[in-house]
Protein backbone atom coordinates (compact mmCIF):
# COMPACT_ATOMS: atom_id res chain seq x y z
CA UNK A 1 0.00 0.00 0.00
CA UNK A 2 0.84 4.13 -0.48
CA UNK A 3 0.21 6.24 1.80
CA UNK A 4 -0.87 9.41 0.40
CA UNK A 5 -0.83 12.99 1.91
CA UNK A 6 -3.41 15.95 1.01
CA UNK A 7 -2.78 19.11 2.11
CA UNK A 8 -4.60 23.02 1.99
CA UNK A 9 -7.17 22.77 -0.47
CA UNK A 10 -6.26 19.44 -1.86
CA UNK A 11 -7.45 17.83 1.78
CA UNK A 12 -10.51 20.43 2.16
CA UNK A 13 -11.56 19.33 -1.70
CA UNK A 14 -11.43 15.69 -0.75
CA UNK A 15 -12.31 15.65 2.72
CA UNK A 16 -9.46 13.54 4.22
CA UNK A 17 -6.10 14.39 4.97
CA UNK A 18 -4.71 10.87 3.85
CA UNK A 19 -5.86 7.46 1.68
CA UNK A 20 -4.23 4.40 1.17
CA UNK A 21 -3.99 2.81 -2.49
CA UNK A 22 -2.58 0.14 -3.84
CA UNK A 23 -0.15 1.58 -6.45
CA UNK A 24 3.19 -0.85 -5.84
CA UNK A 25 5.32 -0.47 -8.81
CA UNK A 26 3.16 2.90 -10.39
CA UNK A 27 4.38 6.30 -11.61
CA UNK A 28 3.66 9.16 -9.75
CA UNK A 29 2.01 10.57 -13.18
CA UNK A 30 -0.43 6.85 -12.40
CA UNK A 31 -0.98 7.96 -9.24
CA UNK A 32 -2.19 11.18 -10.11
CA UNK A 33 -4.31 9.84 -12.73
CA UNK A 34 -6.58 7.66 -10.52
CA UNK A 35 -6.34 10.55 -7.82
CA UNK A 36 -8.56 12.42 -10.82
CA UNK A 37 -10.55 9.57 -11.93
CA UNK A 38 -11.48 8.25 -8.43
CA UNK A 39 -11.91 11.21 -6.18
CA UNK A 40 -12.25 13.98 -8.91
CA UNK A 41 -9.50 15.79 -7.44
CA UNK A 42 -8.52 18.88 -9.35
CA UNK A 43 -6.00 21.16 -10.49
CA UNK A 44 -3.10 18.15 -9.43
CA UNK A 45 -1.49 19.03 -12.73
CA UNK A 46 0.32 22.37 -10.88
CA UNK A 47 0.94 20.49 -7.62
CA UNK A 48 4.44 19.44 -6.64
CA UNK A 49 4.81 15.70 -5.27
CA UNK A 50 6.84 14.96 -2.64
CA UNK A 51 7.75 10.37 -1.89
CA UNK A 52 9.06 10.31 1.36
CA UNK A 53 9.50 13.46 1.93
CA UNK A 54 11.25 14.65 -0.94
CA UNK A 55 10.49 16.13 -4.17
CA UNK A 56 9.43 13.74 -6.92
CA UNK A 57 8.54 13.92 -10.46
CA UNK A 58 5.85 12.05 -12.26
CA UNK A 59 8.33 9.56 -13.32
CA UNK A 60 9.28 8.70 -10.11
CA UNK A 61 8.10 4.95 -9.68
CA UNK A 62 6.16 3.93 -6.29
CA UNK A 63 6.68 1.09 -3.65
CA UNK A 64 5.08 -0.07 -1.05
CA UNK A 65 5.50 1.69 2.01
CA UNK A 66 5.97 4.78 0.06
CA UNK A 67 4.69 7.91 1.49
CA UNK A 68 3.27 10.29 -1.12
CA UNK A 69 2.04 13.62 -0.57
CA UNK A 70 0.67 15.94 -3.21
CA UNK A 71 2.09 19.74 -2.17
CA UNK A 72 -0.03 22.35 -3.38
CA UNK A 73 2.02 25.92 -4.21
CA UNK A 74 3.14 27.02 -1.09
CA UNK A 75 2.49 29.89 1.15
CA UNK A 76 4.71 30.17 4.09
CA UNK A 77 6.90 32.99 4.87
CA UNK B 1 17.74 22.58 16.57
CA UNK B 2 18.74 25.60 14.16
CA UNK B 3 15.49 25.01 12.00
CA UNK B 4 12.12 24.22 13.12
CA UNK B 5 8.01 25.41 13.30
CA UNK B 6 6.63 26.14 16.56
CA UNK B 7 3.16 26.41 17.58
CA UNK B 8 3.27 28.84 20.14
CA UNK B 9 4.45 32.77 19.57
CA UNK B 10 8.14 33.11 18.26
CA UNK B 11 10.46 34.45 20.24
CA UNK B 12 12.43 36.44 18.36
CA UNK B 13 15.46 36.78 20.51
CA UNK B 14 15.98 33.04 20.75
CA UNK B 15 15.87 32.80 17.02
CA UNK B 16 18.83 35.41 17.67
CA UNK B 17 20.34 33.86 19.83
CA UNK B 18 20.91 30.60 17.48
CA UNK B 19 23.05 32.46 15.02
CA UNK B 20 25.23 35.28 17.27
CA UNK B 21 28.95 33.90 16.86
CA UNK B 22 32.21 36.02 17.90
CA UNK B 23 33.07 36.17 14.71
CA UNK B 24 29.64 37.14 13.39
CA UNK B 25 29.79 41.00 12.95
CA UNK B 26 26.51 41.65 11.07
CA UNK B 27 23.15 39.74 12.00
CA UNK B 28 20.44 40.33 10.07
CA UNK B 29 16.58 39.11 10.96
CA UNK B 30 13.79 38.52 8.83
CA UNK B 31 10.42 39.06 10.65
CA UNK B 32 7.19 38.34 8.80
CA UNK B 33 4.08 39.46 10.49
CA UNK B 34 0.44 39.16 9.63
CA UNK B 35 -0.62 42.03 7.73
CA UNK B 36 -4.67 43.10 7.78
CA UNK B 37 -4.65 44.78 4.56
CA UNK B 38 -3.89 42.85 1.13
CA UNK B 39 -4.88 44.31 -2.21
CA UNK B 40 -8.08 46.23 -0.32
CA UNK B 41 -9.08 43.00 1.48
CA UNK B 42 -8.95 43.32 5.25
CA UNK B 43 -7.66 39.78 6.54
CA UNK B 44 -9.13 38.80 10.25
CA UNK B 45 -6.67 36.26 11.11
CA UNK B 46 -4.51 33.60 9.71
CA UNK B 47 -4.03 29.55 9.97
CA UNK B 48 -0.85 28.17 8.50
CA UNK B 49 -0.70 24.67 7.68
CA UNK B 50 2.82 22.67 7.52
CA UNK B 51 4.08 19.02 5.96
CA UNK B 52 6.06 18.99 9.33
CA UNK B 53 8.47 16.99 8.92
CA UNK B 54 9.06 17.51 5.32
CA UNK B 55 8.99 21.35 5.94
CA UNK B 56 11.50 21.09 8.69
CA UNK B 57 13.63 19.44 6.02
CA UNK B 58 13.63 21.70 3.64
CA UNK B 59 14.51 24.14 5.76
CA UNK B 60 17.64 22.25 7.16
CA UNK B 61 17.98 22.59 2.94
CA UNK B 62 17.96 26.41 2.88
CA UNK B 63 20.39 26.35 5.71
CA UNK B 64 22.67 24.11 3.91
CA UNK B 65 22.65 25.93 0.42
CA UNK B 66 23.36 29.14 2.45
CA UNK B 67 26.08 27.72 4.03
CA UNK B 68 27.26 26.39 0.59
CA UNK B 69 26.88 30.16 -0.94
CA UNK B 70 28.07 32.09 2.37
CA UNK B 71 30.44 29.62 3.79
CA UNK B 72 30.59 31.78 6.69
CA UNK B 73 27.31 32.57 7.04
CA UNK B 74 25.13 30.86 10.52
CA UNK B 75 21.19 30.70 9.62
CA UNK B 76 18.01 29.50 12.01
CA UNK B 77 14.24 29.98 10.78
CA UNK B 78 11.28 29.54 13.11
CA UNK B 79 8.22 29.62 11.19
CA UNK B 80 4.51 29.82 13.38
CA UNK B 81 2.15 27.06 12.64
CA UNK B 82 -2.22 27.46 13.52
CA UNK B 83 -3.76 30.38 14.16
CA UNK B 84 -2.49 33.64 13.74
CA UNK B 85 -3.89 36.86 14.47
CA UNK B 86 -3.09 40.53 12.66
CA UNK B 87 0.52 41.41 13.25
CA UNK B 88 1.53 38.19 15.14
CA UNK B 89 4.91 36.55 13.66
CA UNK B 90 4.41 33.80 10.61
CA UNK B 91 8.60 33.93 10.37
CA UNK B 92 11.84 34.75 11.44
CA UNK B 93 15.19 34.26 9.38
CA UNK B 94 17.91 35.29 11.21
CA UNK B 95 21.30 34.94 9.42
CA UNK B 96 24.99 35.89 10.65
CA UNK B 97 28.19 36.30 8.56
CA UNK B 98 31.21 38.59 9.40
CA UNK B 99 30.70 41.34 7.23
CA UNK B 100 26.97 42.79 6.19
CA UNK B 101 26.34 42.72 2.70
CA UNK B 102 26.23 38.83 3.16
CA UNK B 103 24.27 38.98 5.78
CA UNK B 104 21.46 41.14 3.57
CA UNK B 105 21.76 38.59 1.56
CA UNK B 106 21.75 35.59 2.62
CA UNK B 107 18.54 36.31 4.73
CA UNK B 108 17.16 37.47 1.29
CA UNK B 109 17.83 33.94 -0.07
CA UNK B 110 16.49 32.15 2.68
CA UNK B 111 12.82 33.99 2.76
CA UNK B 112 12.78 33.48 -1.56
CA UNK B 113 13.05 29.95 -0.80
CA UNK B 114 10.85 29.48 1.89
CA UNK B 115 8.11 30.66 -0.24
CA UNK B 116 9.37 28.39 -3.57
CA UNK B 117 10.22 24.96 -1.58
CA UNK B 118 8.86 24.57 1.87
CA UNK B 119 5.71 23.09 2.49
CA UNK B 120 3.51 25.51 4.94
CA UNK B 121 0.25 26.99 3.70
CA UNK B 122 -1.80 30.46 4.37
CA UNK B 123 -5.56 30.18 4.69
CA UNK B 124 -6.35 33.82 5.18
CA UNK B 125 -10.12 34.36 6.61
CA UNK B 126 -11.79 37.04 5.90
CA UNK B 127 -15.14 38.74 7.01
CA UNK B 128 -16.90 37.35 3.92
CA UNK B 129 -15.21 34.16 3.62
CA UNK B 130 -11.70 32.48 3.81
CA UNK B 131 -9.20 31.00 0.82
CA UNK B 132 -6.01 28.80 1.06
CA UNK B 133 -3.36 31.40 -0.60
CA UNK B 134 -1.98 29.07 -3.26
CA UNK B 135 0.95 30.89 -5.15
CA UNK B 136 4.14 31.20 -3.24
CA UNK B 137 4.96 34.70 -4.44
CA UNK B 138 1.86 35.59 -2.53
CA UNK B 139 0.37 37.91 -4.84
CA UNK B 140 -2.60 35.70 -6.09
CA UNK B 141 -5.75 34.00 -3.57
CA UNK B 142 -5.89 30.32 -5.60
CA UNK B 143 -8.71 28.84 -4.60
CA UNK B 144 -8.50 26.53 -7.28
CA UNK B 145 -5.32 25.28 -7.03
CA UNK B 146 -4.45 26.54 -10.21
CA UNK B 147 -2.13 29.48 -10.11
CA UNK B 148 -2.53 32.29 -13.01
CA UNK B 149 0.10 32.67 -15.68
CA UNK B 150 2.04 36.09 -14.95
CA UNK B 151 2.16 36.17 -11.86
CA UNK B 152 5.27 38.12 -10.54
CA UNK B 153 7.29 38.30 -7.40
CA UNK B 154 6.22 40.52 -4.64
CA UNK C 1 11.33 58.50 20.44
CA UNK C 2 12.66 55.56 17.61
CA UNK C 3 15.74 57.09 17.25
CA UNK C 4 18.30 57.07 20.20
CA UNK C 5 21.82 56.06 22.19
CA UNK C 6 21.45 53.60 24.73
CA UNK C 7 24.49 53.14 27.04
CA UNK C 8 22.31 49.76 28.65
CA UNK C 9 22.50 46.88 26.72
CA UNK C 10 20.07 46.98 23.60
CA UNK C 11 16.95 44.89 24.00
CA UNK C 12 16.34 43.84 20.07
CA UNK C 13 12.39 43.19 20.43
CA UNK C 14 12.10 46.80 21.77
CA UNK C 15 13.18 48.07 18.81
CA UNK C 16 11.34 45.45 16.96
CA UNK C 17 8.24 46.81 18.91
CA UNK C 18 8.39 50.65 17.71
CA UNK C 19 7.75 49.49 13.72
CA UNK C 20 5.22 46.93 14.43
CA UNK C 21 2.03 48.23 12.69
CA UNK C 22 -1.06 46.51 11.11
CA UNK C 23 0.19 46.85 7.77
CA UNK C 24 3.45 46.02 8.11
CA UNK C 25 3.75 42.69 6.75
CA UNK C 26 7.84 42.57 6.85
CA UNK C 27 10.25 43.98 9.23
CA UNK C 28 13.88 43.19 8.89
CA UNK C 29 16.30 43.99 11.39
CA UNK C 30 20.05 44.42 10.78
CA UNK C 31 22.15 43.78 14.38
CA UNK C 32 26.01 44.84 14.44
CA UNK C 33 27.66 43.22 16.85
CA UNK C 34 31.43 43.20 18.05
CA UNK C 35 33.34 40.96 16.20
CA UNK C 36 36.40 39.23 17.58
CA UNK C 37 38.75 39.08 14.73
CA UNK C 38 39.28 41.95 12.31
CA UNK C 39 41.61 40.74 9.49
CA UNK C 40 43.59 38.63 11.87
CA UNK C 41 43.99 40.77 14.85
CA UNK C 42 42.03 39.96 17.75
CA UNK C 43 40.18 42.69 19.47
CA UNK C 44 39.44 42.88 23.14
CA UNK C 45 36.52 45.35 23.40
CA UNK C 46 35.43 48.25 21.99
CA UNK C 47 33.95 51.75 23.17
CA UNK C 48 31.95 53.94 21.12
CA UNK C 49 31.75 57.54 21.59
CA UNK C 50 29.14 59.64 20.01
CA UNK C 51 28.19 63.62 19.64
CA UNK C 52 25.38 62.85 20.88
CA UNK C 53 22.64 65.45 19.97
CA UNK C 54 23.93 65.65 16.40
CA UNK C 55 24.10 61.39 16.30
CA UNK C 56 20.50 61.65 17.74
CA UNK C 57 19.90 64.43 14.90
CA UNK C 58 21.19 62.38 11.75
CA UNK C 59 19.41 59.50 12.98
CA UNK C 60 16.06 61.25 12.82
CA UNK C 61 17.26 62.48 9.65
CA UNK C 62 18.17 59.02 7.92
CA UNK C 63 14.78 57.88 9.72
CA UNK C 64 13.17 61.01 7.50
CA UNK C 65 15.66 60.25 4.19
CA UNK C 66 13.88 56.54 4.21
CA UNK C 67 10.52 57.90 4.60
CA UNK C 68 10.90 59.85 1.53
CA UNK C 69 12.34 57.18 -0.76
CA UNK C 70 9.97 54.21 1.16
CA UNK C 71 6.64 56.46 2.20
CA UNK C 72 5.35 52.90 3.72
CA UNK C 73 8.35 52.03 5.72
CA UNK C 74 8.59 52.68 9.68
CA UNK C 75 12.24 53.09 10.95
CA UNK C 76 13.73 52.54 14.15
CA UNK C 77 17.43 52.67 15.38
CA UNK C 78 19.22 52.26 18.60
CA UNK C 79 23.10 52.90 18.89
CA UNK C 80 24.81 51.65 22.01
CA UNK C 81 27.73 53.96 23.18
CA UNK C 82 30.05 53.05 25.74
CA UNK C 83 32.19 50.21 26.48
CA UNK C 84 31.31 46.71 24.51
CA UNK C 85 32.33 43.08 25.35
CA UNK C 86 32.92 40.67 21.93
CA UNK C 87 29.24 39.58 20.75
CA UNK C 88 27.54 42.78 22.24
CA UNK C 89 25.09 44.66 20.05
CA UNK C 90 26.31 47.87 19.15
CA UNK C 91 23.14 49.07 16.66
CA UNK C 92 19.91 47.60 15.81
CA UNK C 93 18.06 49.01 12.90
CA UNK C 94 14.62 47.79 12.10
CA UNK C 95 12.39 48.74 9.54
CA UNK C 96 9.09 47.68 8.92
CA UNK C 97 6.64 48.19 5.19
CA UNK C 98 4.12 46.19 3.77
CA UNK C 99 6.14 43.99 1.44
CA UNK C 100 9.49 42.52 1.92
CA UNK C 101 11.82 43.46 -0.71
CA UNK C 102 11.68 47.02 0.74
CA UNK C 103 12.35 46.50 4.02
CA UNK C 104 15.39 44.95 3.17
CA UNK C 105 16.49 47.80 0.99
CA UNK C 106 15.64 50.73 3.46
CA UNK C 107 17.43 48.74 6.16
CA UNK C 108 20.29 48.12 4.43
CA UNK C 109 19.99 52.01 3.08
CA UNK C 110 19.87 53.16 6.92
CA UNK C 111 23.44 51.00 7.92
CA UNK C 112 24.99 52.70 5.16
CA UNK C 113 24.08 56.41 5.52
CA UNK C 114 24.73 55.45 9.39
CA UNK C 115 28.51 55.00 8.52
CA UNK C 116 28.72 58.21 6.68
CA UNK C 117 27.08 60.76 8.49
CA UNK C 118 26.06 59.75 12.28
CA UNK C 119 28.53 61.17 14.78
CA UNK C 120 29.65 58.01 16.50
CA UNK C 121 32.74 56.30 16.58
CA UNK C 122 34.42 53.78 17.51
CA UNK C 123 37.77 52.95 19.74
CA UNK C 124 39.21 49.48 19.35
CA UNK C 125 40.97 47.71 22.15
CA UNK C 126 43.78 44.83 21.43
CA UNK C 127 46.20 42.98 22.99
CA UNK C 128 49.14 45.30 22.23
CA UNK C 129 46.87 48.77 21.72
CA UNK C 130 44.02 50.64 20.91
CA UNK C 131 43.09 52.70 17.64
CA UNK C 132 39.73 55.10 16.80
CA UNK C 133 38.99 53.53 13.52
CA UNK C 134 38.14 56.20 11.53
CA UNK C 135 37.11 55.93 8.58
CA UNK C 136 33.75 54.75 8.09
CA UNK C 137 34.05 51.67 5.64
CA UNK C 138 35.61 50.19 8.94
CA UNK C 139 38.41 48.93 6.63
CA UNK C 140 41.22 51.40 7.55
CA UNK C 141 42.70 51.71 11.25
CA UNK C 142 42.88 55.14 11.08
CA UNK C 143 45.15 56.74 13.91
CA UNK C 144 46.41 59.73 12.41
CA UNK C 145 42.68 61.44 11.27
CA UNK C 146 43.50 60.85 7.39
CA UNK C 147 42.02 58.25 5.54
CA UNK C 148 44.00 56.45 2.91
CA UNK C 149 42.72 56.79 -0.86
CA UNK C 150 41.41 53.96 -2.48
CA UNK C 151 39.69 52.80 0.70
CA UNK C 152 36.72 50.20 -0.65
CA UNK C 153 33.38 49.75 0.31
CA UNK C 154 33.18 46.53 2.59
CA UNK D 1 32.96 83.47 21.90
CA UNK D 2 32.85 80.17 19.59
CA UNK D 3 32.90 76.91 21.66
CA UNK D 4 34.63 74.11 19.70
CA UNK D 5 33.83 69.99 20.44
CA UNK D 6 36.85 67.97 19.67
CA UNK D 7 35.75 63.89 19.46
CA UNK D 8 37.93 60.51 19.33
CA UNK D 9 41.68 61.06 17.97
CA UNK D 10 41.09 65.14 18.04
CA UNK D 11 40.32 64.96 21.46
CA UNK D 12 43.27 62.84 22.15
CA UNK D 13 45.49 64.79 20.45
CA UNK D 14 44.65 68.03 21.95
CA UNK D 15 43.94 66.38 25.33
CA UNK D 16 40.59 68.32 25.81
CA UNK D 17 37.46 68.07 24.50
CA UNK D 18 36.50 71.82 24.22
CA UNK D 19 37.68 74.76 23.66
CA UNK D 20 36.69 78.60 23.31
CA UNK D 21 37.94 80.76 20.63
CA UNK D 22 37.09 84.23 19.79
CA UNK D 23 36.57 83.85 16.16
CA UNK D 24 33.29 86.07 15.75
CA UNK D 25 32.42 86.35 11.88
CA UNK D 26 35.15 84.14 10.89
CA UNK D 27 34.82 81.42 8.29
CA UNK D 28 35.52 77.49 9.19
CA UNK D 29 38.31 77.29 7.20
CA UNK D 30 39.77 79.99 9.08
CA UNK D 31 38.73 78.27 12.59
CA UNK D 32 40.44 75.53 10.98
CA UNK D 33 43.94 77.20 10.23
CA UNK D 34 44.13 78.53 13.92
CA UNK D 35 43.41 75.15 15.50
CA UNK D 36 46.14 73.94 13.31
CA UNK D 37 48.57 76.69 13.65
CA UNK D 38 47.42 77.26 17.62
CA UNK D 39 47.32 73.66 18.73
CA UNK D 40 49.02 71.58 16.08
CA UNK D 41 46.16 69.84 15.27
CA UNK D 42 46.59 67.46 12.64
CA UNK D 43 44.35 66.03 10.03
CA UNK D 44 41.55 68.66 10.17
CA UNK D 45 41.73 68.80 6.35
CA UNK D 46 40.01 65.27 6.05
CA UNK D 47 37.71 66.13 9.24
CA UNK D 48 33.94 66.78 8.76
CA UNK D 49 32.98 69.95 10.49
CA UNK D 50 28.91 70.79 12.37
CA UNK D 51 28.01 74.42 13.40
CA UNK D 52 25.27 74.04 15.63
CA UNK D 53 24.36 69.96 15.06
CA UNK D 54 24.46 70.53 11.79
CA UNK D 55 27.48 69.73 8.70
CA UNK D 56 28.95 73.23 7.54
CA UNK D 57 31.23 73.98 5.03
CA UNK D 58 34.52 75.40 5.42
CA UNK D 59 32.70 79.23 3.91
CA UNK D 60 30.57 78.53 6.60
CA UNK D 61 30.61 82.02 8.28
CA UNK D 62 30.59 81.27 12.77
CA UNK D 63 29.19 83.98 15.08
CA UNK D 64 29.49 84.38 18.73
CA UNK D 65 27.60 81.77 20.68
CA UNK D 66 28.28 78.89 17.98
CA UNK D 67 29.19 75.37 18.39
CA UNK D 68 31.76 74.43 16.09
CA UNK D 69 32.38 70.29 16.39
CA UNK D 70 35.04 68.80 14.53
CA UNK D 71 33.92 65.52 12.88
CA UNK D 72 36.68 62.81 12.26
CA UNK D 73 35.50 60.23 9.65
CA UNK D 74 32.77 58.34 11.69
CA UNK D 75 32.95 54.30 12.44
CA UNK D 76 29.44 53.80 14.06
CA UNK D 77 27.27 50.71 13.50
Same mark, same amino acid.
Given at each position: ?????????????? &??????????????????????????? &? &?????????????????????? &??????????? $? $? | ?? *????????????????? =?????????? *? /??????? %??????? *????? +?????? /?? @????? #?????????? !?? %?? =? %???? #???????? +???? +??? %????????? !???? +??????? /????????????????? #???????????? @???? #?????
Amino acid at each position: MIKVLLFAQLRDEL &GKETISIEANGWSVAELKGKMKAEYQL &G &GLETVMTAVNEEFADDDTILSD &GDTVAFIPPVS $G $G | MN *FNLSKEPIVIQDVIDKV =IKRNAGAVTT *F /IGTVREM %TKGKKTL *FLVYE +AYEPMA /IK @KLEQI #GAEIKERWPD !AE %TA =I %THRV #GKLDITDV +AVVI +AVS %TPHRNDAYE !ANRY +AIERIKE /IVPIWKKEHWEDGETWV #GNQLETVPYPTG @KPKE #GDIRD
